[in-house]
């Protein structure tokens, strides 16, 4: 059974850098069938999708956040990482990471969009 | 951008009795492969978002059958044919038009139990 954690500091001060790791177990992340993905949710409020790694290491960034997000990828311990840079209040939420799988079977594929989810980790922003 | 829009944001539902919800995008889904990447998931009180439908109509796994998906280019769907107490929470649209892992949510609508 495919397990995902997210682990990091749960405060971080205004304009610092949040840095958050998701540990995938009971499944390697470099499968090719396998996309890994941040989504968050502020307090009270809707998912908003952050962005997404392949284990190659090609990345995809929500526009909106592109130019403070940087995720990567260390396959030889199953686990990818996100960093946001520049924080304000308005990037306290719950983190999720989630799993895609491009499944095939019987000569047809599928896109399961994140059908794994880690159980989120609450990252406050605050001084 | 795509927007994605779902209507109600809210509905309240007595056990036994149907649900729909809707999901309008800003632009049509349908990707030059032919398939439409539209999802639905549900997000529990104090859960993970779980996935329900895939690619419009498609009941992932372990999903109950009195949930269904319907739709096409901008318009979509999801429907409960018989609500449990169990139904209750956030259901969320979203578009991958990309194969790419790009996407967008809608604002989520809250079902409760009357």
């Known amino acids: 059974q495919l397990q995902l954690q997210e682990s990091g500091p749960g405060l971080v001060k205004p304009s610092e850098t949040l840095s958050l790791t998701c540990t995938v177990s009971?499944?390697?992340?470099?499968?090719?069938?396998?996309?890994w993905g941040w989504i968050r949710q502020p307090p009270g409020k809707g998912l908003e999708w952050i962005g997404s790694?392949?284990?190659?290491?090609?990345?995809y960034y929500n526009p909106s956040l592109k130019s403070r997000v940087t995720i990567s990828v260390d396959t030889s311990k199953n686990q990818f990482s996100l960093k946001l840079s520049s924080v304000t209040a308005a990037d306290t939420a719950v983190y999720y990471c989630?799993?895609?799988?491009?499944?095939?079977?019987?000569?047809?594929?599928?896109?399961?969009?994140?059908?794994?989810w880690g159980q989120g980790t609450l990252v406050t922003v605050s001084s | 951008d795509i927007v994605m829009t779902q209507t109600p944001l809210s509905l309240s539902v007595t056990p036994g009795q149907p649900a729909s919800i809707s999901c309008k995008s800003s632009?049509?889904?349908?990707?030059?492969?032919?398939?439409?990447?539209l999802y639905w998931y549900l997000q529990k009180p104090g859960q993970s978002p779980q996935l329900l439908i895939y690619?419009?109509?498609s009941r992932f796994s372990g999903v109950p059958d009195r949930f269904s998906g319907s739709g096409s280019g901008t318009d979509f769907t999801l429907k409960i044919s018989r609500v449990e107490a169990e139904d209750v929470g956030v259901y969320y649209c979203?578009?991958?038009?990309?194969?790419?892992?790009?996407?967008?949510f809608g604002q989520g609508t809250k079902l409760e139990i009357k």
């Open positions: 009971g499944g390697s992340i470099s499968s090719s069938s396998y996309y």
């Open positions: 790694i392949y284990y190659s290491g090609s990345t």
């Open positions: 632009q049509s889904l349908l990707h030059s492969d032919g398939k439409t990447y």
């Open positions: 989630a799993r895609r799988y491009d499944y095939c079977t019987g000569g047809v594929c599928y896109i399961w969009s994140f059908d794994y």
């Open positions: 979203m578009q991958g038009i990309h194969l790419l892992p790009m996407y967008t």
């Open positions: 690619e419009v109509s």
